[in-house]
């Protein structure tokens, strides 16, 4: 058992927003023990605030929505994966816009930044979730399940398969002695070509929301087409490369799965305490990521 912890001093982010496109600045401040990690919507009358809880999830669509009141921030989840898996239970997130900046679509320079300023040790115990019996959550007919079941250490095993022949069946065990600055904050979010052909097709690509995104291309491409994604992408020269756009390339061969462990990380973060299980998780989401701590939050209640 150890004690919560906090940033050692303020960190400040800039970016642009995966929705708007427009700046976002996002400054993360230390906070007391026990108020766990709270949003605060500084661009809006009054400031209010929204605590990063299971409960407080609106919309999973893309990305993870939390609301509370007036206070309302979208796509929490890679700065909850870094601040939570880095040992941060306590944090005021500044935010003067509704959504986080998507930054290079990781969670890279939000741990960079963390492990540069350093965390401190508070005066109250970190609070834990014991899994005692088996805890399930399962979208049947899309291939998703997320179990969380009891074991000592926390573990996440998970594996994504989306009948892709160019991603393929993609595993990784996440232990807590995992480096995850170094193996998991760099891996960048995704996305199927085919899912972004209207966009691309009404060039309303903008803002963060391809540019820095993992593109994967299934089926071979037109030169309209090549040429339609390096005009909305602002680059000449943009291939398709063993299935991936090379305005990108791969960080690690299975850049993918990390991702959604980044991801899962920061969504079950939302249950505001460690878990002491083992999480096996298959095809996973933000859908089935808050649900599954909206149901151990529930176990807490109860
Ligand atoms: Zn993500």
């Known amino acids: 058992m150890s004690n919560q912890r906090t940033l050692a001093a303020p960190i400040t982010f800039s970016g642009k927003g995966l929705h708007t496109g427009e ?5 993360v401040r230390p906070a007391e023990a026990g108020s766990g990690i709270i949003f605060r919507r500084t661009d809006l009358k009054g400031t209010p605030t929204v605590a990063a809880l299971a409960h407080n999830v609106c919309d999973t669509s893309r990305g993870t929505t939390i609301k509370d009141g007036k206070a309302k921030v979208s796509t929490i989840e890679h700065i909850m994966s870094a601040l939570w898996t880095l040992g941060v239970d306590n944090a005021l997130v500044d935010i003067d816009a509704p959504e986080t900046p998507i930054m290079d679509g990781s969670a890279r320079e939000y741990a960079s930044e963390i492990l540069r300023v350093g965390t401190v040790e508070q005066s109250a115990p970190r609070r ?5 019996e088996a805890c399930t959550y399962e ?3 899309k291939g998703v399940k997320v179990e969380v079941l009891p074991a ?3 573990t996440i095993d998970i594996t994504v398969d989306y009948n892709s022949s160019v991603v393929g069946v993609q595993n990784f065990l996440y232990t807590e002695a995992v480096d995850y600055t170094a193996e998991i904050s760099p891996c960048r979010t995704f996305v199927f070509l085919h899912e972004i052909e209207l966009l691309l097709k009404l060039g309303l690509i903008k803002g963060g929301s391809v540019e820095s995104a993992i593109v994967v291309v299934e089926k071979p491409i037109s030169e309209g087409t090549r040429r339609r994604i390096c005009k909305s992408f602002g680059k000449e020269n943009i291939e398709v490369e063993r299935g991936y756009l090379n305005h ?15 991801d899962i990380l920061g969504d079950l973060a939302l249950l505001g305490r460690r ?3 083992r999480v096996v998780a298959v095809r996973p989401g933000h859908l089935a990521n808050t649900q599954t701590a909206l149901l151990l939050e529930k176990k807490l209640a109860e």
């Open 23 to 27: 700046l976002v600045t996002m400054t």
């Open 128 to 132: 834990y979730f014991e899994v005692e």
């Open 139 to 141: 979208i049947a007919k």
């Open 152 to 154: 000592e250490e926390f």
């Open 248 to 262: 990108q390339p791969l960080r690690f061969d299975n850049e993918i799965v990390r991702h959604k462990l980044l």
């Open 275 to 277: 878990i002491k299980g």
